[in-house]
């Protein structure tokens, strides 16, 4: 590897060799109210103190608490919504902390922008380019501060709010920001741009079907207006309550004023606020009402991390943490209403009760099955439910290979290519496994199959790839792919799925559901990407489950590129020899000096040395905020690439973007105009129309984006930015994601000392609760019981 042309150093330099744990080792056990990385979905250490985030987002208020409760909340770290950010699921630090309305007005060039500032500093001849760089960031985010500081102050909205009403009105404002909640617990798993759950497909037409949800009448929103005037929170909760809760919100609300927690950004010790407001001293933290609601509210936001179910243990000291004094109790109250689902899943084989009976024949009948007791939302656990199902139906659907299969085998590119094939003429079922290299095996599959004449799919999570590839949504939705028939399943005969471990729970579900009976399915992908943005692990527990033929590919990914990523994907950061440089490491002291390099990378120095444009060169680094995530380099790249004053909400012709249609959809384009209809993007070649009132909440600038937003798309060269405060947000599958983004060339902007080794070798990918495992191998093995 060699050290950047432009840098002071000319002697090559590895990005580090897995050598002792840094000192603060234990820190990089991300703490559950730090800003990190999946996560949430990235993050980067240097991210901004929760609650304090730019731009609309959730709200994270360290308020009163009930009677007898905790003094404060819990530290929560905010996060925008998969509505987050339009990154999708994302953190200030990639995906789970710090909301990101969307367009980041931050990052923009506008009136106060970074175009400012960067104009300024050439004023000072005694400045040099990476010192006017960096004053320009201090001008930056002493401004960013300053809006801060004025949203902290009490508001006024008609009056002067303060206390827990001013918290609610903040509240107000992250929700019609599309903001959603930020994820407080279970930091052990990736948060994700939590994606909305997918409603099973309905039969044709397959026309994208409208927002479902009821507008209230204006009579619900009165008398929801009404009852949050008397609980002293903002009036302007009572359009979002009303169509969260339905027509009789009002008397929810007055019966249970916690409910107000169906509201995205509003947190428990707002609600708590609320409830003693209409309740007086009747509303105490152990209050039936308040705890059963809770115990939702926090799996909604294990969700929002990963999760489908929690076990008993975890939820109940969740609730302790929020002050509820028997927390057993509580669960035992909310799962006998029926507001949330209990499930006891086997773990091994049943144990004999003492070793003396061990012995004795008869003691296997009382012996006991150990389990674990997990708990979960019925939409969560009815999708993995029926994705079990589904999956266990077209893996027991068995084909006869025909000769056709044999010669189309026999054929094919690789070695590899025809295990493939093999495979698939006889199961219905088969998972396939490999790295950027290994995608053309389940291509030659697909075109093997439609030269026998089968109706062959091939869906990808983003778009591009080929004419014959669509995306998972667009099939899903009806705008791409093949269509349904009558029954309202996919007209077709094969469905290959790339990008599987992008899958969450509701998606594969839906997709699953529509394959029809006598069709085969294969799930491909590489194990070692980041995971879904929303709750599950869907394809690592197909894989674990072993319920169906899995395919490793043995095709690996070539060069020096293919060298470094296959290591990091066993733990290893190997020094590498890369004489046409196509790896570059380029160290740097501090954030500042991250931003300059990284600018200068991408306008000079990949264009020079291997002449792609600086339009083919993406910047990845671990988060949004801080002062060298996606917000700075955003604003310094198009300071530098398409300056202008942002006139439209921020944005101007030529600008790179991330559209985001949906959670955990990051679509990148260029915004073309705007008008009375909205922000004009261009994407693929094709023209597409984002409403003005959508911008804030689904568009941001896009030169710079987080490893979640990038995956399932590849660049000719990538620039990866590792400022030192983004230590604790890096783990083995984010290294080898933002890694493996480069076709041609990888620079690594490299501030971050031994914590990269050591995240390679020793932090692997955060765990997730999941049931889908468990189900498969249950319903394998009745089958072959009943076989």
């Known amino acids: ?320 943490q929020y002050g509820v004094p ?35 024949a008869e003691d296997a009948e009382d012996a006991e099955q150990p389990v674990r007791v997990l708990v979960g939302l019925e939409g969560a656990a009815m999708a993995e439910e029926s994705l079990a199902d589904g999956l266990a139906r077209l893996a027991a659907g068995t084909f006869d290979a025909s000769e056709d299969w044999e010669r189309a085998a026999g054929s094919a590119p690789s070695p590899s290519a025809s295990e493939l094939i093999r495979a698939v003429a006889g199961h219905g079922l088969v998972t396939h496994t490999g790295g950027e290299a290994a995608r053309a095996e389940p291509v030659a599959l697909a075109a093997a199959a439609r030269e026998l004449g089968l109706r062959v799919c091939l ?81 690592a527990d197909v894989l674990a489950a072993r319920t169906c033929p899995q395919l490793v590919s043995r095709t690996p990914d070539p060069g020096p590129l293919g060298e470094l990523v296959s290591g990091v994907g066993i733990g290893e950061l190997n020094q590498v020899d890369a004489p046409g440089k196509e790896v570059v490491i380029v160290p740097v002291k501090d954030a500042g000096e991250a931003v300059h390099r990284a600018v200068q990378l991408v306008a000079e120095s990949v264009p020079r040395a291997f002449g792609i444009p600086a339009d083919s060169v993406q ?19 198009k300071e530098r690439l398409n300056p202008g004053p942002g006139r439209f909400g921020g944005f101007d012709p030529g600008d790179r973007v991330v559209h985001v249609p949906s959670a955990g959809r990051a679509l990148p384009a260029r915004v073309v105009s705007a008008d009375a209809e909205g922000l004009h993007l261009e994407r693929a070649g094709a023209r597409i129309v984002v409403a003005k009132e959508l911008v804030e909440s689904q568009v941001r600038h896009g030169w710079a984006v987080t490893a979640h937003q990038a995956v399932g798309t590849r660049w000719p060269a990538v620039v990866v930015v590792l400022p030192g405060d983004a230590a604790q947000a890096l783990s083995r599958d984010w290294v080898y994601t933002a890694f493996g983004r480069g076709e041609r060339h990888l620079s690594v902007v490299h501030g971050v000392d031994q914590a990269l080794p050591h995240a390679v070798a020793e932090v692997p990918a955060k765990p997730r609760t999941t049931r889908l495992t468990g189900l498969l191998t249950a319903l394998a093995t009745a089958g072959a019981q009943h076989g």
């Open 619 to 637: 910047v990845i680094t671990p988060g949004h905020g801080g002062s060298a995530g996606t917000r700075a380099l955003n604003a310094a790249l």
């Open 1 to 320: 590897m060699s050290t950047d042309p432009q840098a002071d150093t000319a002697a090559a330099e590895n990005p580090a060799t897995p050598e002792a744990e840094p000192s603060a080792a234990a820190e990089a056990e991300a703490d559950p109210a730090a800003d990190t990385d999946r996560t949430g979905p990235d993050g980067s250490g240097s991210a901004e103190p929760a609650g304090a985030e730019d731009g609309a987002g959730p709200v994270a208020v360290h308020g009163e608490a009930g009677e007898g409760g905790p003094g404060a909340e819990p530290p929560v770290s905010g996060r925008g919504g998969e509505g987050e950010s339009p990154a999708g699921p994302e953190t200030e630090t990639e995906t789970g902390s710090g909301a990101d309305g969307g367009a980041d007005a931050d990052a923009g060039a506008g009136p106060e922008g970074t175009a400012g500032p960067a104009a300024e500093a050439p004023a000072t001849p005694a400045l040099s380019e990476a010192q006017a760089e960096l004053a320009a960031q201090r001008i930056e985010r002493e401004r960013i501060a300053r809006r801060k500081a004025e949203r902290e102050a009490p508001v006024a909205a008609g009056a002067k709010l303060s206390g827990k009403a001013a918290d609610l009105l903040a509240a107000v404002r992250a929700v019609e920001g599309g903001a959603k909640p930020s994820s407080v617990y279970f930091d052990d798993a990736p948060a994700a741009p939590r994606k909305a759950p997918v409603a099973p497909p309905a039969p044709r037409p397959a026309a994208p079907a409208a927002v479902a949800a009821s507008v209230p009448s204006a009579d619900t929103v009165e008398g929801v207006r009404a009852v949050l005037a008397r609980g002293g929170a903002p009036e302007a909760l009572a359009g979002p309550a009303a169509a969260a809760l339905g027509e009789d919100a009002a008397g929810q609300l007055t019966e249970n004023p916690w409910r107000l927690l169906s509201l995205p950004a509003v947190r428990p010790t707002q609600a708590d606020g609320f409830a003693r407001a209409l309740l007086g001293a009747e509303a105490g933290p152990g209050d039936e009402r308040r705890t059963t609601v809770l115990v939702g509210w926090l799996l909604a936001q294990a969700g929002l991390k990963g999760h489908t179910a929690l076990e008993a243990p975890v939820l109940e000291k969740a609730l302790a």
């Open 459 to 539: 869906a990808a999570h983003a778009p591009g790839g080929g004419p014959d590839r669509v995306t998972v949504a667009g099939l899903l939705s009806g705008a791409e792919g093949p269509g349904r028939d009558t029954d309202g399943q996919f007209a077709l005969d094969l469905l290959v799925v790339l990008d599987a471990p992008q899958l969450d729970v509701e998606t594969a579900a839906a997709l699953v559901e529509s394959v029809p009976d006598g069709a085969r399915l294969v799930l491909s992908g590489d194990p070692g990407v980041l995971g879904s943005a929303g709750a599950g692990r869907v394809f």
């Open 326 to 360: 028997d927390p057993a109790e509580a669960l035992e109250l909310a799962i006998a209403e029926g507001s949330v689902l209990v499930f006891h899943e086997p773990l091994g084989p049943p144990v004999a009760g003492t070793a003396e009976n061990a012995a004795d």
